[in-house]
């Protein structure tokens, strides 16, 4: 082979792309591990843990306020449901002095309505 073939040659290898991309790949490989070794992978971390921190107070915080407005709403919901729980306690108890009052009127009914009627419970004064 003449040095012409040997040129010709060559020329379509490196226009084929087989050797070009090796050397390109070559090259890359190089200019990637030098970029790779001049960046400071420490300050990176570091700005990254901040950030992250900074992130998570944030959220902690927005989280605190959100449970302290459920725990706030929480608390008024027991306050009323004791309240409740005290007047619904309290018309029981009216409620079955009232019921005993109407089976003793029944009571003095079936025996023929003589003689006094049942006196009206004091709790239940003023209730009717």
Request: net charge neutral; charged share 25%.
């Amino acid at each position: 082979m003449t040095v012409d073939q040997w040129l010709d040659l060559a020329v379509g290898l490196l226009a084929g792309g087989v050797i070009g991309t090796l050397i390109k790949s070559w090259v890359d490989r190089r200019n990637g591990k030098e970029a790779n070794g001049a960046a400071d992978w420490k300050a990176f971390a570091t700005e990254q843990r901040e950030t992250f921190k900074a992130a998570m107070a944030e959220q902690r915080e927005a989280h605190n306020a959100a449970i302290a407005l459920v725990d706030g709403r929480v608390t008024a919901l027991v306050a009323e449901v004791g309240k409740v729980r005290a007047q619904l306690d309290t018309e029981t108890k009216l409620l079955s002095i009232a019921l005993a009052h109407l089976r003793e009127l029944r009571a003095w009914i079936t025996r023929g309505g003589n003689g006094e009627v049942p006196p009206l419970p004091e709790q239940l004064e003023g209730r009717l």
